[in-house]
T-cell receptor
């Protein structure tokens, strides 16, 4: 079983739509959680951190459910520029500080 | 903000030759450098973790004699792909972490390696 699993998509949505991505992680010792965005042939860029209390940044809302080992990302009012691959990332509770990446969910926002 | 300069951005080499990829932290000290590899339509797979002045720790299945990592200073880490083969063609990305702030990771812009 992969440590971090995501639906690969693609999610093909019209501009203005609301879209949600899910991610599950297998290691209960996972300590910190993030969503990264990766454009084609580019390096990943941090989108937002994910907290148990949930956090919101503009059109983006992230949620963490530790009991279910589940992370979500909600994008409201999708823009064409949101088209990218969204990577779910966890850090284990050890001293290595390694980022463990999910395989990513591809989003295509159409006009 | 923190910047990691990765070079080259693209390289084509002949099978059997070696390629060196450099990552430099420009405005901070990278106590830890992570090296990832990404094949098309796949996620980033961690290859190895290096701490300045120490030997790199390789992930399972990654050949340390083939992928040589050097992290001799707090601002420079290199990955050398030795005796490259076409199956080594991939996107290689470094990520630096400073011990000064938790969970702050800065990625290089990546190197696209094509072995012909």
């Amino acid at each position: 079983r992969k440590e971090v699993e995501q639906d690969p998509g693609p999610f093909n949505v019209p501009e203005g739509a609301t879209v949600a991505f899910n991610c599950t992680y297998s290691n209960s010792a996972s300590q910190s959680f993030f969503w990264y965005r990766q454009d084609c042939r580019k390096e990943p860029k941090l989108l937002m951190s994910v907290y148990s209390s949930g956090n919101e940044d503009g059109r983006f809302t992230a949620q963490l459910n530790r009991a279910s080992q589940y992370i979500s990302l909600l994008i409201r009012d999708s823009k064409l520029s949101d088209s990218a691959t969204y990577l779910c990332v966890v850090i284990l509770m050890d001293s290595s500080y390694k980022l463990i990446f999910g395989s990513g969910t591809r989003l295509l926002v159409r006009p | 903000g923190a910047v990691v300069s990765q070079h080259p951005s693209r390289v084509i080499c002949k099978s059997g030759t070696s390629v060196k990829i450099e990552c430099r932290s420009l405005d901070f000290q990278a106590t830890t450098m992570f090296w990832y590899r990404q094949f098309p339509k796949q996620s980033l797979m961690l290859m190895a973790t290096s701490n300045e002045g120490s030997k790199a720790t390789y992930e399972q299945g990654v050949e340390k004699d083939k992928f040589l990592i050097n992290h001799a200073s707090l601002t420079l880490s290199t990955l050398t792909v030795t005796s490259a083969h076409p199956e080594d063609s991939s996107f290689y990305i470094c990520s630096a972490r400073s011990g000064l702030w938790d969970y702050g990771y800065t990625f290089g812009s990546g190197t696209r390696l094509t072995v012909v």
